[in-house]
């Protein structure tokens, strides 16, 4: 089915580590967003890419890089993770601003100790 | 500025009863109002959006209430249903950008 893909779906990393999340859209999309949803706080926007070689901080992007490494990939990385970084992390994309809505994937769930 | 602000936190009804779920904003750039619904472990999915052009919309049994001058907005669910638990996000958009800024969620529980 045609959406938004994220790798892995759980994740447990010790303090320290690092790691890449992936995000993969097969409808086309131009833009990319990367989100962080902690209870009580709603989504937060980390980072986001509005098209192919272009990426823009969001609210949170402190302790975050990401790559737009094609019109259909989008990782999250954290170098360092530290345990202020456990969170869902939930990729979008939308096909651009005239047409909304942004469509999610089901989301990352990483845990770091 | 930035702020959506939701309540309430959290919300329980019958089935058959309308809740409701109220959002407030600052910024008056924000010109497109969506709300979304999610189910545990599963991304956030579109449910309805307004623009404030427009004072009231309805899809089905999901109707946004919006009052531009107070700078409110709200979402009704008429005979609601225990398949409407979820937990529901209001958000907006400023003008002339496609980011989202998000409130801090409603989780409902209808029961039967």
């Known amino acids: ?113 | 500025q930035q702020q959506v602000k939701q309540s309430p936190q959290s919300l329980i009804v019958q089935k058959g009863g309308i809740p409701i779920i109220n959002c407030a904003y600052e910024n008056t750039a924000f010109d497109y109002f969506p709300w979304y619904q999610q189910f545990p472990g599963k991304g956030p999915a579109l449910l309805i959006a307004i623009r404030p052009d427009v004072s009231e919309k309805k899809e089905g049994r999901f109707t946004i209430s919006f009052n531009k001058s107070a700078k409110q907005f709200s979402l009704h669910i008429m005979d609601s249903q225990p398949g409407d638990s979820a937990t529901y996000f209001c958000a907006a958009s400023i003008l002339n950008t496609d980011k989202l800024i998000f409130g801090t969620g409603t989780r409902l529980q209808v029961f039967p």
Not at chain 1, 78 to 91: D, K
């Open chain 1, 1 to 113: 089915n045609a959406g938004v893909t994220q790798t892995p779906k759980f994740q447990v990393l010790k303090t320290g580590q690092s790691m890449t999340l992936q995000c993969a859209q097969d409808m086309n999309h131009n833009s990319m967003y990367w989100y962080r949803q902690d209870p009580g706080m709603g989504l937060r926007l980390i980072y986001y890419s509005a098209s192919e070689g272009t990426t823009d901080k969001g609210e949170v992007p402190n302790g975050y890089n990401v790559s737009r490494l094609n019109k259909r990939e989008f990782s999250l990385r954290l170098e360092s993770a530290a345990p202020s970084q456990t969170s869902v992390y939930f990729c979008a994309s939308i096909l651009s601003r005239d047409r909304r809505p942004q469509h999610f994937g089901d989301g990352t769930r990483l845990s770091i100790l």
